[in-house]
């Protein structure tokens, strides 16, 4: 929101009094909301801290790994909060949320085990009868109304996004003069990134999941899926034009961030089998070239060529929308793992070379001048393209397959200084 006065009328004091006062009446009623919203957030927590993680502690019911596994930093956030919740009741939110800023760590704690936390959770609840009688009784309590342990273990979660909507609506309607504007504004910066923090966790766990489906789909374990940065991105049926006269066969694609998954249909008379696929070759996308043959016009379907370093694919969809999203996904993947190629000059290239007179010419001995033509037809070898060099090797030899050599065997003008 603008804090500058809109244009005024005649009394242009009434006008900017009257804008002032829109903002106080907007600043009240989020800080009234903020303040009644808290209140209720600390009684739950106090809720899962006092009927759960201390009898629980007391009782040994669980073992203290499995506590730390479910509950984490929840006591720790429920004293926070405690804090935040008087400066906020005696109108203090800027210093509140000031002083609250450093302690978000506990949250960031508490959200990178929340998926954890749900697992082990359902784990206690399966195997241990003692902890799903107990966590049975605790919830039929008055005071949870009806509430259960998983939706109370997410409200730390909610509130990182409540508070950020807070917060920004709170620096929205106070004045820059207002020595809290600085304080909501920083806070409104620290709760941002928790936020973000969130939202990245969230990611991370849906394609987590993704990968999870994607291997109980396939047949054995023959063809991994899950790795570490690997991402999924879509799955579809694509025709395989062979190249000879054959009919194209349909196959199912799997494109994850780095490989192109090719599978087939079990046989349905495999009865464990029949519902899943078998893995037959997996494409890295690592120097993979991707282009259309006729996809581009509006025709019915298209062919998307797909060019690996030591293989070559057609694929064929009769959806021309199907086949348009394929070759958008393909290229993205593709293009985050091409390298960014950077050329460096030779150092000697960049120095200036010394100017001699036409007297220095003629003492020169004529073998000292043969050998500098020879050098000087040598660094204009090293100055051409890379493109034009490389057309020299040998016809057995392609451009991929050319070897690497160390800077000092190498002619080309990409040289480590």
Known sequence: MSFSPGPSGPNGGTSIQEQRERWERKRSRTARELVQTEQRYCQQLELVTTYFVEILKAKGTLKQDMREGIFSSIKAIHSVNQSLLVHLENGYFGRGFDQMCPHLHHYNTYVDNIYNGRRVLG????????????????????????HKLEDLLQLPVQRIDQYKHFLQDLAANTSPDNPEFQQLSRAVTAVDEVSQRIQNNRRCHENHLQLCRVQKLLKGRKTKVSAAGRWYIREGWLKVVPRKGVDATPKMFFLFSDMLLQAKRCSPLQFTNRDKFAGQRAFPLQDCAVEKVFGHTRSQGGLLSVTFPKAKLLLMSCNQEDLNDWYQSLSSAIGKLQPQQTVVHQRDELCRRPLRSVADDHNTPSGSRKRNVVSSETNEHAQKPPVEWMGSAPKRMKQCDAPEHSAEESTSSCVIL
Do not use: D, M, T, V
């Open 123 to 146: 784990i206690q609840l399966k195997k241990n009868k003692a902890f799903r009688r107990f966590k049975k009784l605790q919830e039929a309590r008055p005071e949870f109304n009806n």
